[in-house]
């Protein structure tokens, strides 16, 4: 269950919108991106397992934190993206380059302050209330940044090498962000067996701030081509609801996002209280999928393009399905259940995470994917968000194993989702009409246009 809806800065390749035909850049500037590019994923990772679910979890430890605080910790970076939409004009707005760079680097030193509670005389209520607060405008922050860097990427990066470079960067940060994971969960479970976890927690912040400002430094150094920058209309918000076929899409994310926010939250307490894993259990299980995924990842990505991605997706949903239900069935005694779950998700996840966002992009029109894409992600992030930010309180009323259980329950009704889904392919705004009546109006238009030309003596002769 130690997957979310929302992939890391150093995934989905697929999601970056096409290079427009602009000014080539210049190869040795190019290179010179790439290479602070990679490096920049590198130190994100860094960033981002500062503020892991290991990390959220023992500052719910230190603070004498309810799983309703913890589940609304993990909430917020997905209820954040309700944002994507407002993203799109910040980033038409600011710029592509301008508005990544300084919404990450403010977003990555926003938890800085945290760093300084385990050593104030302030109440209990109040640090939680600090550090609810400053990871909710971090969290905003980086989803704003997040859509801008992609809209950048996909005009840096050549289309014609774009699959092999972040498929050899993904590897690399995937690697990273292992080793970084496991090294602060070793050293938690130390802190907290010594007495020590606010001293090692405050140091986690102080090396996510300084990561932080190497990838300032590093996005800085990056090329920003010359691109005709399209400002979206409210109007076309409803473009992607509008479409049927995209909202079985919709509908496939958010019933994903239900079934993992359930869980995701609330695994990392039930291994530590349940089942007696500690720290170490929790990253080492995160740590075995993001293995498999690196390892898996181009074999899904051949099987897709050779048996369509919808049937990759109802495969893998309801392989992960059926594998979730270790987690109800562990106990302390059969914890081998959870390395089972291990095992089946690192082999099935990366597959579905790979189809979930092929296919969306896939029925969407080429000249409005960006649009169709934060959509998609909006409605997952929300969809994961809120579950997990309600799975505490429910947690509370029945118990986490109930809980795990009604997360089992929604992936297969994910899955059942899945199977009504088109295999599409990309399609143009021609084709695809905002509003069914648009349709109904254009045929009208060709309906009478064929009379006149009847009417007409040697017309279309």
Known sequence: MDEAPLPAQSSLPGSLAPPSATVATPSSSLRASLRACTAEGLAAEVVGACFSGAVLTAWAVQLGASPVLLGVLWGLPHVGQVFQIPALWVTSHLGRKRAAVVLHAVARQATLPIAVLPFVDVSAGGKRAIVVGLFALSSVLSVLGHNAWLAWMGELVPARIRGAYFGRRTALCSAVATVASLTIAVALDRARSHAALGIVLSAILVLRSIAGVVTTVLMLRQHDPPSVVVVPRPRDLVRPIADRAYRKLLAYRAAWGIATGLGASLSAVYMLRALGLGFVGVATYSAAVAV???????LWGRTLDREGGRRVLVACSFGAAVSSIAWVLATPASTWLIAVDALVSGLLLSGQELAAFTVPLSAAP????PLYAAVSVMVGGLAYGGASAISGPIA???????????GVVWRILAAVVATGIEDGTRRTDALTPARPWELLRRRNRGDRGRRQSVAKPGAGG
Request: charged share 25%.
């Open 292 to 298: 498999l995924r690196i390892v898996t990842t181009p």
């Open 396 to 406: 509370d009323v029945v118990s986490l194993r109930n809980v795990l259980l009604a």
């Open 366 to 369: 080429s000249a409005r994917r």
